[in-house]
């Protein structure tokens, strides 16, 4: 495709200035990648909430970090050329981090992981590319619906409001809280909302505002940096390879965990179809039921290897949806630069030493408006649905129900079976079952009448 025809299709869709098959200069994919990295908030958190959850040395927590990476850039590198073909950016699930902090107490790590190994295994045969006949194929229909990706994207943006204030503000006892905090986190953020509202007239313009998130984090952490105690000395002492291990926790299945795990990928894989279906329509391109199949089956390949060397199941990040927005550059090509920068250096202990001394409280803040941007994004695509009295509801029970089980009291979960406490704390696995059940009874009763 041609520069001049992927502008054509931008300037119809109104959302990408840069088409999704459209190429850019190195350095601009190069900046643009890296600031994809910065905008993956489960990428600088989830390998040190699992370290401290099971009291890991220091050498295993910088493993994870690694293998995070590298199962992350292996996964986008397969989406961005070879089977989906978006700029879709995947980054470690929350809900597999929740399932295995839930089963790895009481089953050890090698268990867990071994577990959800058999469960990827299961999806990827679900997920065959077959162009007559495919499972997947037939989910994406019924997720094609406005109502069900609206919602979906909806529960994230919402579910994600409990990273973006309570870690801009920080805790009690830490490094700039509070007043630090705020106002590097809050330059980091008007530097954000002001750059990507720049015209898109002038070449000038258009640079800063595909950087605006870069931009703002680096400069909210040199403003941080200098009024606070950093750990950028500790980068270079740690100049370390990691090299992946097959099963560095040990080995072990077990069938209830399996099924978990099973079901824990379930709206991971609801959600990045939804995600496929908002992009490939802001990008004006067709997403044939083959095409949603080869993405969802590049997805569990590319996680189930990840777990088998210690790295969590991925999906579809709704952080870096908001980013293709505000920068408005589609190409995939910039994906794939994410993508080698992710594997590459993941293997690197310098590099993670870096994203580790990035001041969360930063991130956070520039992570508030891209959360900001993927709410209203969804409450756009709902505005596509049909509002009767049946997708009322649809809309309406799913969200509020999955929602209010970010405030279930702690001693509420505990008292359940393990699995239902996984399906109550986790609103997007919630909310995708009730999405499914109601869609479906809906359906049922629809048949039934005409009948």
């Given at each position: 495709m041609t520069a001049t025809t992927s502008a054509t299709k931008s300037e119809v869709t109104g959302v990408f200035d840069v088409g999704i098959d459209e190429r850019v200069p190195i350095p601009t994919a190069v900046g643009l990648g890296v600031q994809n990295i910065l905008g993956m908030a489960g990428l600088l958190i989830f390998p040190a909430l699992i370290g401290s959850a099971f009291h890991l040395p220091a050498q295993d927590t910088a493993y994870l970090y690694g293998i995070t990476f590298m199962t992350s850039g292996l996964v986008v590198i397969l989406q961005s050329v070879f089977l989906l073909r978006l700029p879709i950016v995947q980054g470690p699930y929350a809900g597999a981090l929740a399932a295995l902090l839930a089963v790895g107490h009481e089953a050890g790590l090698g268990t867990a992981f071994g577990s959800m190994v058999v469960a990827g295994a299961v999806w990827c045969v679900l997920a065959l590319p077959i162009r007559r006949f495919s499972l997947i194929g037939r989910l994406g229909?019924?997720?094609r619906d406005p109502v069900i990706p609206g919602v979906i994207v909806l529960i994230l943006?919402?579910?994600l409001t409990s990273t973006a204030l309570p870690n801009w503000l920080g805790?009690?006892?830490r490094p700039g809280f509070p007043g630090m905090n705020l106002g590097a986190g809050a330059i980091a953020g008007v530097l954000v909302l002001v750059l990507t509202l720049l015209p898109r007239r002038k070449r000038w313009s258009r640079t800063l505002r595909r950087g605006a998130v870069l931009v703002a984090i680096v400069a909210g952490t040199l403003v941080f940096?200098?009024?606070?105690?950093?750990?950028?000395?500790?980068?270079?002492?740690?100049?370390t390879i990691t090299v992946p291990r097959p099963?560095?926790?040990g080995f072990g299945v077990r069938g209830e965990l399996v099924v978990i795990f099973f079901i824990t990928l379930l709206p991971a894989v609801a959600e990045s179809i939804a995600t496929y279906d908002i992009v490939a329509g802001w990008g004006g391109q067709e997403l044939t039921p083959y095409r949603v199949s080869q993405g969802v089956f590049g997805e569990v390949v590319g996680s189930t290897i990840g777990a088998a060397f210690g790295g969590l199941s991925t999906l579809a990040y709704p952080d870096n949806i908001g980013l293709l927005r505000t920068t408005r550059v589609g190409s995939r090509y910039v994906t794939?630069?994410?993508g080698v920068i992710l594997l590459v250096l993941g293997g690197l202990g310098p590099f993670d030493r870096l994203l580790q001394a990035v001041p969360l409280p930063v991130l956070a803040a520039a992570g508030t408006v891209l959360f900001g941007v993927l709410f209203a994004s969804a409450v756009e695509v709902l505005s596509?649905?049909?509002w009767h009295q049946e997708n009322i509801m649809l809309a309406g029970i799913p969200f509020i129900t999955a929602i209010g089980g970010l405030f279930i009291p702690a001693a509420t979960l505990k008292a359940m079976p393990l699995t239902v406490q996984l399906v109550l704390g986790q609103p997007l696995i919630l909310g995708t079952l009730l999405l499914v059940a109601l869609k479906t009874a809906f359906r049922l009763r629809r048949i039934r009448t005409a009948g």
């Open positions: 229909k019924f997720v943006a919402t579910q805790t009690p006892g940096a200098v009024f606070e105690p950093t750990t950028f000395g500790e980068i270079g002492r740690h100049a099963f560095p926790f794939l630069a994410t596509h649905a049909e």
